[in-house]
């Protein structure tokens, strides 16, 4: 299990490497979301803003209104935000649930 300060860590990788162009061949979304990030081992999160195809303003602590909720392991977060897991395939396989429309979850694939 992964520590408060790592998943911390593990998002705000995530936020830089989308921020620096690093997502691969995909074109970052361009649009505007509330975003939570809920660790279930840990019985935390994170709250933040998509703009702009960047993650910006992260926080501790959940947004239950958030427009984008990511609920997955602290494990399984820092997996994601080193490569190590497919975001797509966690997702089918329900490593990661996705709260969000349709339209929205496509444009969450694009960043992660």
């Given at each position: 299990?992964?520590?408060?300060?790592?998943?911390?860590?593990?998002?705000?990788?995530?936020?830089d490497?989308?921020?620096?162009?690093?997502?691969?061949?995909?074109?970052?979304?361009?649009?505007?979301?509330?975003?939570?990030?809920?660790?279930?081992?840990?019985?935390?999160?994170?709250?933040?803003?998509?703009?702009?195809?960047?993650?910006?303003?992260?926080?501790?602590?959940?947004?239950?209104?958030?427009?984008?909720?990511?609920?997955?392991?602290?494990?399984?977060?820092?997996?994601?935000?080193?490569?190590?897991?497919?975001?797509?395939?966690?997702w089918?396989?329900?490593?990661?649930?996705?709260?969000?429309?349709?339209?929205?979850?496509?444009?969450?694939?694009?960043?992660?």
């Open positions: 299990m992964a520590t408060l300060e790592e998943c911390r860590k593990a998002l705000q990788d995530v936020a490497r989308i921020a620096s162009g690093d997502t691969g061949d995909r074109e970052p979304p361009k649009f505007d979301r509330s975003l939570a990030c809920r660790i279930t081992d840990l019985g935390t999160g994170f709250n933040a803003r998509i703009t702009g195809g960047t993650i910006r303003d992260i926080a501790d602590g959940d947004d239950p209104k958030a427009q984008i909720a990511l609920t997955l392991s602290s494990d399984d977060l820092v997996a994601l935000s080193r490569g190590e897991l497919n975001f797509a395939k966690a089918a396989s329900g490593k990661v649930k996705v709260q969000a429309g349709m339209k929205d979850l496509f444009q969450l694939r694009k960043l992660l």
